[in-house]
C-alpha cells in the first residue's frame, strides 16, 4: 500500500496567505524531493532533499527534511495565483531498488 | 530541447484489445519508469528499468508489460486492457539513482470502454 502519506489533500486559500503541505513515511528515505504538477500538466521537478534536518528555500517556497528522514514538508509564503497546482512528495527508498514512491499529493487553489 | 516524449496523448480503445504506449527520451538517462496517475492516489509506479535490458515491477504491475531495447525507448505495452487500466499514465526518466530528479513526459490520457 501506500508508503508516503501527504497532507492536507486540498487546501484552498486566500491570495497573500501562507500553504504548508506535510509528507510522511513509514520508513527511512535516502532522499526526499518534491514536484510541482499544474492543472492539466505533468509533475515538474522542484527540488531534492538529501540530509537529515536539510532546509532549502526557492524564493517564496521553504523546503525541508525531518531528522530522523521519514517526514518533509513544503511551506509556501504569501501565496499567488501562479502557485495553483498539485504538490506531490516523493522518497527514494534506503534499499537496493531504485523506486520513487509518490506521495498522494496536496492540491492547492488560491482565491485572487 | 532536453525532453521525454510519449505518445499518443489521448487514446479510447476497447477492452481486450491490445495497445502500447510510446515513451521516447533524449538525455540519455539510464533510469527510466511508468506511472499511472489515479485521483486520490497521487503517481504509482508500474514498471521500472535501471538499463537496457533491465527492468523491474514497481507497486502495480499487473496488466502491463515493459521492454527496454534501446537506452532511449521504454514502452509500456497492455496485452489485454481492461475497464481497470483507464488512467493517466506517465513516463518518466532519471540521469542516475543518486541523483535521481526525475523528467516527466506529459501523459497519455487512456480510456478503455
Known amino acids: 500500500g501506500q508508503q508516503v502519506m501527504q497532507i492536507p489533500q486540498y487546501q484552498h486559500v486566500q491570495e497573500g496567505e501562507d500553504f504548508t503541505t506535510y509528507c510522511n513515511s513509514s520508513?527511512?528515505?535516502?532522499?526526499i524531493q518534491w514536484y510541482k504538477q499544474r492543472p492539466g500538466g505533468h509533475p515538474v521537478f522542484l527540488i531534492q532533499?538529501?540530509?537529515?534536518?536539510e532546509v532549502k528555500k526557492q524564493k517564496r517556497l521553504t523546503f525541508q527534511f525531518g531528522e530522523a528522514k521519514k517526514n518533509s514538508s513544503l511551506h509556501i509564503t504569501a501565496t499567488q495565483t501562479t502557485d495553483v497546482g498539485t504538490y506531490f512528495c516523493?522518497?527514494?527508498?534506503?534499499?537496493?531498488?531504485?523506486?520513487?514512491?509518490f506521495g498522494s499529493g496536496t492540491r492547492l487553489l488560491v482565491r485572487p | 530541447e532536453a525532453q521525454v516524449t510519449q505518445n499518443p496523448r489521448y487514446l479510447i480503445t476497447v477492452t481486450g484489445k491490445k495497445l502500447t504506449v510510446t515513451c521516447s527520451q533524449n538525455?540519455?538517462?539510464?533510469?527510466m519508469s511508468w506511472y499511472r496517475q489515479d485521483p486520490g492516489l497521487g503517481l504509482r509506479q508500474i514498471y521500472y528499468?535501471?538499463?537496457?535490458?533491465?527492468?523491474d515491477k514497481g507497486d502495480v504491475p499487473e496488466g502491463y508489460k515493459v521492454s527496454r531495447k534501446e537506452k532511449r525507448n521504454f514502452p509500456l505495452i497492455l496485452e489485454s486492457p481492461s475497464p481497470n487500466q483507464t488512467s493517466l499514465y506517465f513516463c518518466?526518466?532519471?540521469?542516475?539513482?543518486?541523483?535521481?530528479?526525475?523528467?516527466f513526459g506529459q501523459g497519455t490520457r487512456l480510456t478503455v470502454v
Open positions: 518518466a526518466s532519471s540521469l542516475d539513482r543518486v541523483k535521481g530528479e526525475a523528467f
Open positions: 520508513t527511512t528515505l535516502s532522499n
Open positions: 532533499l538529501v540530509k537529515s534536518g
Open positions: 516523493a522518497g527514494t527508498r534506503m534499499d537496493s531498488s531504485y523506486k520513487l514512491i
Open positions: 538525455m540519455n538517462h539510464e533510469y
Open positions: 528499468s535501471m538499463n537496457v535490458e533491465v527492468t
